[in-house]
């Protein structure tokens, strides 16, 4: 059993920041692929970006250049560093781990107006 707890949504003006955090239980981090996704009001749940064990990321097209995953193994976790955010882009935000199961958190509301 993998539990994920995140952190740092917020509300935030288009153009601005949020950095997303999430903490991921268990002694077998470093061999979880980790993702976060996103589901807005009346939409399906879309995979914003992946990071694999080994470190290579994967990125919605519409995140590109905008959003940065990483991963910390030495403390169990994985961030989402928003830049440049978008009205498009409020959501709620999951973090999830596929280890042999698929893991979610309880996800973080981001909401991007002025």
């Known amino acids: 059993q993998v539990q994920l707890v995140e952190s740092g949504g917020g509300l935030v003006q288009p153009g601005g920041s949020l950095r997303l955090s999430c903490s991921a239980s268990g002694s077998d981090f470093n061999r979880y692929v980790m993702y976060w996704y996103r589901q807005a009001p009346g939409k399906q749940r879309e995979m914003v970006a992946l990071?694999?064990?080994?470190?290579?990321?994967n990125y919605l097209d519409s995140v590109k250049g905008r959003f940065t995953i990483s991963r910390d193994n030495a403390k169990n976790t994985v961030s989402l560093q928003m830049n440049n955010l978008k009205p498009e882009d409020t959501a709620v935000y999951y973090c999830?781990?596929?280890?042999?199961?698929?893991?979610w958190g309880q996800g973080t509301q981001v909401t991007v107006s002025s």
């Open positions: 990071i694999t064990t080994g470190g290579t990321p």
């Open positions: 999830s781990a596929l280890f042999g199961l698929t893991y």
